[in-house]
Every structure is written in structure tokens, then in C-alpha cells.
């Protein structure tokens, strides 16, 4: 079954520095990739996603993705850090050898705190 | 951009009691829509699919009568939490793809917190 890694609960970073926000995944086949942030009161938006082509995939507000297959991970990052993006980010991921279209496994979300 | 808006934002209801929950495509079609649990610290947990004039389909360990969906039409679909216990407090979200077939880009509601007193 595919499944998804988020191995920080939390990550601190000082404003101005790069981050980066770690994602493993488990699936049968080539996944589908995806990285979604979650403001307060706010629901979930996209932010960028790997489906084939370059492993460094770039999105929104500055923020990159890179595609590493042989340690299946997909760690977001961000070369300048704002007091802004302090989030909660989730990775998800999509088996595409599942039968049923459209399913979608999330990790359990990792809280970026920006340190001014 | 795509909206989709999710109604009430919150609620608070008796044990026992029934509770909908509403989450509109309100600029775009969604033959499919998306209903999520989440738990504290825990990921966003699928629960079913809602499919526009068919039966949703369940994930497992997802009780269908408990969690009734309905998707009336093409940009509304509703979600109730049938005789609401305690334990099924929890926030609730729903989400719509844009393009259909791959859900390459998703859209949220805002999320429902529901607390069953």
C-alpha cells in the first residue's frame, strides 16, 4: 500500500536561511507527488507537484521540490526563508498503478516556524 | 482561482444528533469530491469519494451509514455525520479537483471542526 513520510513534526528556521521540509513515500508503482500548505483558518493549497520530467520541480511563493527516486523522497525546499511561510505543509502522494483514479495519501504534516 | 467553499466552519452539536456539512465548487464543475478527516498531529485521513449522481465510494474501516454523502449535483456535495458521538469530533475537509481523472491540482474547503458534546 502507498503511504507517505513526514519525519518532522516541527522544523525552526531563521529568517533569511534555506529550509527544507523532509518527505519520503512508499508505492507499488511511479507515484505522483505533491506538496500542500495549510494556513491558519485557511484550507489547504497547492503548491506544487511531480508527475514525470525534471526531479527539481518548482511552485509556488518561491518554494522547490526535489524528485529523488532511488531514496524515494521528496523533500521541499526554499532557498530564503519568510516569516510568512511559517505553515503547516503536507506531502502527499499518488500510486498511479492503483486501479481507482483520483486517491490521494497525505503525511501527517510538518509545522515550519519562521524565526524572525 | 478555484473556490470551494465549506459550510459551517464549525459546529458544535448534543450526542445523538445529526449534522451536515456542505462543500461547494463555486466556480468550477467537480463530478468528485473529496472527504477528509483530520486528526490532531495525524495526516489528513480519506474517508470516501462523492461522485455526482452516483453512490460515493467508502473507504475502509469508514462506516457508510454513519457518514452520509450526497452529491446532488455538480458543484455541491454534503457530508452527515449521522447520531454524532463524542468520538467522531474532529475536523472535517473536503476537496475537488480541478481537472478530472488527475487530481493534479486540488482544491480545499476551509475545513469544518465539529464537537459532539
Known amino acids: 500500500a502507498q503511504s507517505v513520510a513526514q519525519p518532522e513534526d516541527q522544523v525552526n528556521v531563521a529568517e533569511g536561511n534555506p529550509l527544507t521540509v523532509k518527505c519520503t513515500y512508499s508505492?507499488?508503482?511511479?507515484?505522483?507527488l505533491f506538496w500542500y500548505v495549510q494556513y491558519p483558518n485557511r484550507g489547504l493549497q497547492f503548491l506544487l507537484k511531480?508527475?514525470?520530467?525534471?526531479?527539481l520541480v518548482k511552485g509556488s511563493y518561491g518554494f522547490e521540490a526535489e524528485f529523488n527516486k532511488s531514496q524515494t523522497s521528496f523533500h521541499l525546499k526554499k532557498p530564503s526563508a519568510l516569516v510568512s511561510d511559517s505553515a503547516l505543509y503536507f506531502c502527499?502522494?499518488?500510486?498511479?498503478?492503483?486501479?481507482?483514479?483520483?486517491?490521494?495519501?497525505f503525511g501527517k504534516g510538518t509545522r515550519l516556524h519562521i524565526l524572525p | 482561482g478555484a473556490v470551494v467553499s465549506q459550510h459551517p466552519s464549525w459546529v458544535i452539536c448534543k450526542s445523538g444528533t445529526s449534522v451536515k456539512i456542505e462543500c461547494r465548487s463555486l466556480?468550477?464543475?467537480?463530478?468528485?469530491m473529496f472527504w477528509y478527516r483530520q486528526f490532531p498531529k495525524q495526516s489528513l485521513m480519506l474517508m470516501a469519494t462523492?461522485?455526482?449522481?452516483?453512490?460515493?465510494?467508502?473507504e475502509q474501516g469508514v462506516e457508510k451509514d454513519k457518514f452520509l454523502i450526497n452529491h446532488a449535483s455538480l458543484t455541491l456535495s454534503t457530508l452527515t455525520v449521522t447520531s454524532a458521538h463524542p468520538e467522531d469530533s474532529s475536523f472535517y475537509i473536503c476537496?475537488?479537483?480541478?481537472?478530472?481523472?488527475?487530481?493534479?491540482?486540488?482544491?480545499f474547503g476551509s475545513g469544518t471542526q465539529l464537537s459532539v458534546l
Open positions: 476537496s475537488a479537483p480541478l481537472v478530472k481523472g488527475v487530481n493534479e491540482k486540488l482544491f
Open positions: 508505492v507499488s508503482g511511479n507515484p505522483y
Open positions: 511531480y508527475i514525470t520530467g525534471d526531479n
Open positions: 502527499a502522494v499518488r500510486d498511479t498503478t492503483m486501479n481507482r483514479d483520483d486517491k490521494i495519501i
Open positions: 466556480d468550477f464543475q467537480a463530478t468528485t
Open positions: 462523492s461522485n455526482e449522481g452516483s453512490k460515493a465510494t467508502y
